[in-house]
Every structure is written in C-alpha cells, then in structure tokens.
C-alpha cells in the first residue's frame, strides 16, 4: 500500500492559478466557523512532518505555505482563537472549539521569517493557492509514531510526487536563514 503524506496531495500536486490573489480559511466547526482572509497568494508551501504543525486527521505530513503578515486578516469569530503554546517561536492560532490551527506568526522581530505567517490552505474552498514544492523535517514523522523502517517508503512516496526531503527546510530557506543571522551577526560587530 502506497504510504499516505497529506490528503492534498496523495493524488498528485494542486496547480495553481495565474493571477490568484488569495482567498478564505475556515476551521472544522459545523457553524460559526473562525474565517481568516489572505489577500495574497501564498509562497514557499510545503509538506512538514514536525510535530508542531496541525495535521488534518490521518495524514503524515501537515501542508503549510507562507504569507505576507499584513495580507493575514481573521474576518470572523476571532474570540474562538487561542494561542496552541504562547512560548514557540511560531505562534499558532487554533479554533478552541474544533482544534483546528487557522495561522501560525512570528512576534520576534529578530526571526528570519519575521512578517510571514503560516497557514495550511486545504483549510479553502478556493482552488489556485501555490502547490507545496518540498518535504521538511521528515524524520520528524518517527516523533508522531510512523515506524522508522517504512522511511524509505516516505522518501520514495515524496520524490514520486515531486517533493524533495529534507530533514530541515529547503536549501533557498536555509540560505535564508543563514544570510539573516549573517547579517544580524555583522550589525552587532559594527555596533
């Protein structure tokens, strides 16, 4: 049986759309939904097998992509958010009533992803948000219980959907991060 990585993708990658420029997020309540609007389309999606991000039910892998923070509005029933733990470095906002993360942010403005917040897009009814274009933190996956010795199952299963593992983020990320500490760490020698 083929391994499972995320219900958006197991059947190939999403495409998206010319032009698209956003849409809604709503959580897994029956009504009374929390809604989030992005007026942007999302960049650097991806398939994460950390044990932070939110998983819909059964899948391996969450799928998360990134959009400008000022392009993040909650548009409905903003009193259900709560904080999932105020003390990570990635903020996530869950629905208290179905459990559901609605976007993750970045409060630290010495964070390299600082003014980007992240958010899973098969939480849309809209079709045309970027496709996921790698696989990180794979190994995280053991951590939620997926047997060591089917691993080789995953990373097959991720390159046959045309997304790369890795076991951090992907290498323009990591270049990324490592130019911003750079940089922070050349501002501190010139103070």
Known sequence: MTVSIHPAVDHGLPVAAPGFSG???????????????????TAHNHVCGCTKCWKPEGANFSMVAVVPRDSLEVTANADKLQPVDPNAAIIRYACKQC???????????SHPFYGLDFVHTELSDETGWSPPEFAAFVSSIIESGFPPERMGEVRSRLKELGLE?????????????ASHTAKQKAQAAAA
Do not use: F, W
């Not at 809604?24 to 029956?30: E, I, M, W």
């Not at 459990?99 to 403005?109: F, L, P």
């Not at 593992?165 to 991060?177: H, N």
């Open 165 to 177: 593992p890795y076991d951090c983020l992907s290498p323009p990320l990591m270049d990324l991060i």
């Open 99 to 109: 459990g559901t993360h609605m976007y993750g942010r970045i409060e630290n403005t």
């Open 23 to 41: 849409g809604k997020l709503h959580c897994r309540c029956p009504d009374n939904k929390v809604e989030v609007t992005l007026h942007a389309q």
